[in-house]
C-alpha cells in the first residue's frame, strides 16, 4: 500500500463556541488525487487552511515534509507602495488603475518563477499577453490563471485548487483540466475543492464535508457507482421550499416594494467604444435592454463583459464620453450617480473584494438600501425589519451575529445577493451571482430570480460562464468577443 503524506485523525477546528471542523479523520496517501466536496459552509476551505497551519487545532495532523501551496477563491490586490488605498471603481479609471501593480511585477516577486524564465507556466495558462496589464484590471477569469501561475511557481509537493474553475470561461476550464494532469505526471498532488459537476479526469478519490464532518471518503469509482446522489443544475417552480425557504410570489410580496420610478428603455448604448491607453477593451457596441427584458451576457474571459456593466452601474468615467442612456436618461445630463444606482441591484465577484470583513452581515446587506460599500448610518424600524426579512427568506437568518469575514465565501456571496435585492430595485445586475453557492443554493436562487421577473417584472442582465445556472426566465442574449457584439 502507497505510502501516507498526510494523516488527520480527530482533528477539530472552532472558532469562538462555534465548531467548525468536527473530529476530522482522513488520509492522502502518495500518488492520490483528492476531490474534496460538500455544501457551502460545510468547512472545505477551513479544511484547507488548517493543512497550511492557518487554523489552529486538536487532534494530530502529520504530513511528510509536505510543501503545500494553495490557489484561493479570492485575491485581493495591492497598490503601489505610497499610493492610496484601492477603490472598486479604480479598476475603470485608467489614471488611478496604474497605481496598482501589473502581472509582470507581481510574477517578478516570485524568485523560482523568474527563474524558471516565466515561461512554462505564463505560456501554458496563456498569460504572456496579460503580462503589461494592472492586475486590479484584469478580469476574474484572467486573475485566477495569475495566481495559478504563482502556486505553480513554489513547486509544491500538494497542491490545493479551491473552487479554481470559478470565473473560468470554457476554453480557460479545459485548460486547467489539460494542467492538472499535466501536474499530476509530474508528481504534484492535488486536493480539489469544488463540486461534483466536472471532476477532472486526473482526481483519483472523493471526500465529501457536511456541517463540518467528513461524511465521505472513498476512490472516485465507488463514489461514481453511487455513493454521490445530487442533481446538478436541478430548478425548483414557484411555491417550492428549499431550506424552508419560501419562493412564492405572496411571500416575496411582503418583501418587495414596487419600483416608483417609470422608464420605457432601461439601457441604451450606440456605438460605444471604451480604450485604456492603447487597449481597446470595448468596439462599437450597439445595445438595447427595455424594461422587463432578461438578458444573459456571456464571452470569454476579457472579452469586456465586466467594462460593458461598468458603463451601466455608474462606475466607468468614459460613460460621459459615449452615447448611453439609462433608464431614458442620457448619461451626463445633469444626472447623479445616485439616481442610477439606486434604480439597480448588482453583484459581482469584483465588488465582493471590497467589502469590509470585519462588518456584520446585516450591516453589509443594510447598505444595499443606500448604495455604500459599507453602513455609514442608522436604520429605522421598517429598514431593519427589512434587512432581516430577506436573510429568512435566503435562509441565511441564523448569520444575523456574525460578522463577513466568519462566513463560507458561499455564504457571503448569499449576503451580497441580499444586499442587492434588499431596495426592490427595478432592474438587477448579477455578475457570476452563483460564484461559492452549493447546488440547493444555486436552485433556489435562479428561482427566485425567476419569480421576481415574472411576478414583479424586474428587468433582469444576468452573466455566468455555467449554462445549469442561467435562470429559465432569460430569453435574450448578448455575446462579447474581444469587445465587440457578436450575438445580440
Known amino acids: 500500500m502507497a505510502e501516507k503524506i498526510l494523516i488527520l485523525e480527530q482533528v477539530s477546528v472552532a472558532s469562538g463556541s462555534m465548531l467548525i471542523l468536527d473530529h476530522i479523520d482522513f488520509t492522502i496517501r502518495r500518488g492520490e488525487q483528492w476531490l474534496l466536496t460538500g455544501p457551502s459552509g460545510s468547512g472545505k476551505t477551513a479544511l484547507a487552511h488548517t493543512l497550511l497551519g492557518r487554523h489552529h487545532h486538536t487532534g494530530r495532523l502529520e504530513s511528510t515534509?509536505?510543501?503545500?501551496?494553495?490557489?484561493?477563491?479570492?485575491?485581493?490586490?495591492?497598490?503601489?507602495?505610497g499610493t492610496t488605498g484601492l477603490y472598486y471603481q479604480q479598476r475603470f479609471n485608467s489614471s488611478d488603475a496604474g497605481t496598482t501593480i501589473t502581472v509582470e511585477e507581481e510574477l517578478r516577486e516570485y524568485a523560482s518563477l523568474a527563474k524558471e524564465d516565466t515561461g512554462t507556466w505564463t505560456d501554458e495558462l496563456h498569460i504572456r499577453p496579460l503580462l503589461s496589464r494592472p492586475l486590479i484590471q484584469l478580469?476574474?477569469?484572467?486573475?485566477?490563471?495569475?495566481?495559478?501561475?504563482?502556486?505553480?511557481?513554489?513547486?509544491?509537493?500538494?497542491?490545493?485548487?479551491?473552487?479554481?474553475?470559478?470565473?473560468l470561461d470554457r476554453e480557460g476550464r479545459d485548460t486547467l483540466h489539460r494542467l492538472i494532469g499535466l501536474l499530476v505526471t509530474k508528481g504534484v498532488q492535488i486536493l480539489l475543492i469544488g463540486s461534483t459537476d466536472g471532476i477532472p479526469a486526473a482526481i483519483t478519490h472523493i471526500a465529501r464535508l457536511e456541517k463540518g464532518r467528513l461524511v465521505l471518503a472513498c476512490p472516485r469509482e465507488e463514489f461514481d457507482s453511487g455513493a454521490g446522489?445530487?442533481?446538478?443544475?436541478?430548478?425548483?417552480?414557484?411555491?417550492?421550499?428549499?431550506?424552508?425557504?419560501?419562493?412564492?410570489?405572496?411571500?416575496?410580496?411582503?418583501?418587495?416594494r414596487p419600483a416608483s420610478s417609470e422608464f420605457s428603455v432601461a439601457v441604451r448604448m450606440t456605438d460605444v467604444f471604451i480604450r485604456y491607453g492603447d487597449a481597446v477593451l470595448l468596439k462599437g457596441v450597439n445595445w438595447e435592454v427595455k424594461k422587463g427584458?432578461?438578458?444573459?451576457?456571456?464571452?470569454?474571459?476579457?472579452?469586456?463583459?465586466?467594462?460593458?456593466?461598468?458603463?451601466?452601474?455608474?462606475?466607468?468615467?468614459?460613460?460621459?464620453?459615449?452615447?448611453?442612456?439609462?433608464?431614458?436618461?442620457?448619461?451626463?445630463?445633469?444626472?447623479?450617480?445616485?439616481?442610477?444606482?439606486?434604480?439597480?441591484?448588482?453583484?459581482?465577484?469584483?465588488?465582493?473584494?471590497?467589502?469590509?470583513?470585519?462588518?456584520?452581515?446585516?450591516?453589509?446587506i443594510a447598505s444595499g438600501l443606500f448604495d455604500t460599500i459599507g453602513l455609514f448610518r442608522p436604520l429605522n424600524p421598517d429598514q431593519q425589519s427589512a434587512v432581516q426579512g430577506w436573510m429568512d427568506l435566503l435562509g441565511i437568518g441564523e448569520l444575523r451575529h456574525r460578522r463577513l469575514a466568519q462566513l463560507s465565501l458561499g455564504q457571503q456571496r448569499m449576503v451580497l445577493l441580499a444586499r442587492a435585492l434588499i431596495k426592490s430595485p427595478p432592474m438587477l445586475i448579477l455578475d457570476e451571482p452563483c460564484q461559492g453557492l452549493d447546488e440547493e443554493q444555486t436552485a433556489c436562487f435562479k428561482s427566485l430570480v425567476g419569480t421576481l421577473c415574472?411576478?414583479?417584472?424586474?428587468?433582469?442582465?444576468?452573466?455566468?460562464?455555467?449554462?445549469?445556472?442561467?435562470?429559465?426566465?432569460?430569453?435574450?442574449?448578448?455575446?462579447?468577443?474581444?469587445?465587440?457584439?457578436v450575438q445580440a
Open 229 to 256: 446522489s445530487g442533481e446538478p443544475g436541478k430548478e425548483l417552480t414557484g411555491g417550492a421550499l428549499v431550506a424552508g425557504i419560501s419562493l412564492d410570489p405572496v411571500t416575496l410580496s411582503r418583501l418587495i
Open 293 to 364: 427584458e432578461r438578458w444573459h451576457i456571456s464571452g470569454p474571459n476579457g472579452a469586456g463583459k465586466s467594462t460593458l456593466l461598468s458603463l451601466i452601474t455608474a462606475d466607468n468615467p468614459q460613460a460621459y464620453a459615449n452615447q448611453i442612456w439609462l433608464f431614458d436618461r442620457r448619461r451626463g445630463s445633469g444626472e447623479s450617480i445616485w439616481d442610477i444606482k439606486r434604480k439597480i441591484g448588482f453583484v459581482s465577484p469584483e465588488l465582493h473584494l471590497y467589502f469590509d470583513r470585519g462588518a456584520t452581515c446585516p450591516e453589509v
Open 454 to 485: 415574472e411576478a414583479f417584472g424586474t428587468t433582469l442582465i444576468y452573466v455566468s460562464h455555467y449554462q445549469q445556472e442561467i435562470p429559465r426566465c432569460v430569453d435574450r442574449f448578448l455575446r462579447l468577443e474581444n469587445g465587440a457584439v
Open 65 to 81: 515534509k509536505l510543501h503545500i501551496a494553495i490557489v484561493e477563491q479570492q485575491h485581493r490586490f495591492k497598490n503601489l507602495p
Open 139 to 167: 478580469s476574474n477569469g484572467e486573475n485566477k490563471r495569475v495566481q495559478l501561475a504563482i502556486a505553480l511557481s513554489e513547486r509544491p509537493d500538494l497542491l490545493i485548487l479551491d473552487n479554481p474553475f470559478t470565473g
